[in-house]
């Protein structure tokens, strides 16, 4: 990576502090961290029920306890937001400008506009679907279509190619090189396609690099 090149990794919120950590381990600066905010999402708490059901109590013990922790679960919380983590490669003694004339790296493209009406500049809050009409004004950028996927894509957490793509076009330039480590169903290829970047993406999983070669076709 040039000075100034930036890494971005989603996680989960429980995780993001160990991102976070092992980025500056590894020598990077954290610059900031986006909240990718949806409402669809699923419970993932873990009722009592099925666990006391299978202790060894006698049934009106049973019967009592699953009534008394009817609605105890698991401390999973229902998430509706993934945090993004950005960190830069240092710069060493240059300054931004020194290392973008040198480099073209380190500064963000603030004419990608986000917002219902595409006049609003890039914030750490970003919203795919229309919710709430301050967050639609402010954090809004251009809805996913319903068909992006592709037939058969079985992938679990994929990523919406206009999500992908304002984020290329933010941290990098028409041109740039792009490198995906873990490119599930291709969506940042495709979306460095769409947005005339190269990329180099690597999936271990044969059926999602296969997944990722028709996307991209």
């Known amino acids: 990576m040039k000075p100034g090149a930036y890494f971005l ?11 976070a950590m092992s980025c500056e381990i590894a020598g990077f600066e954290i ?6 905010t949806y409402t669809q999402s699923m419970p993932k708490g873990m009722s009592m029920t099925h ?9 009106k013990n049973k019967i009592k ?16 937001f ?4 950005v960190a830069l490669k240092p710069l060493g003694k240059l300054t931004f400008i020194q290392n973008e004339l040198q480099f073209k790296t380190g500064l963000l493209d603030f004419s990608q506009k986000v917002g219902i009406n595409n006049d609003r500049v890039p914030a750490n809050i970003i919203t ?11 954090f809004l950028i251009a809805k996913p279509s319903k068909n992006e996927k592709g037939e058969n894509n079985s992938h679990i957490t994929v990523k919406p190619v206009a999500l992908m793509e304002h984020l290329i076009k933010l941290f990098s330039k028409k041109g740039s090189l792009v490198v995906d480590p873990f490119l599930g169903s291709g969506t940042t290829a495709l979306a460095c396609k769409n947005t005339d970047r190269k990329c180099i993406g690597i999936e271990l999983n044969h059926e999602y690099y296969n997944i990722s070669l028709d996307r991209c076709k």
């Open 9 to 19: 990794s989603f996680s989960s919120p429980r995780l993001y502090h160990a991102i």
């Open 31 to 36: 610059r900031d961290m986006i909240n990718w």
């Open 51 to 59: 666990i006391i059901e299978k202790m060894d109590l006698p049934k």
């Open 65 to 80: 306890l699953i009534d008394e922790y009817k609605n105890y679960k698991t401390p999973q919380i229902r998430s509706c």
């Open 82 to 85: 993934e945090p993004i983590c």
């Open 128 to 138: 795919t679907e229309e919710y709430n009409e301050t967050y639609d004004k402010n």
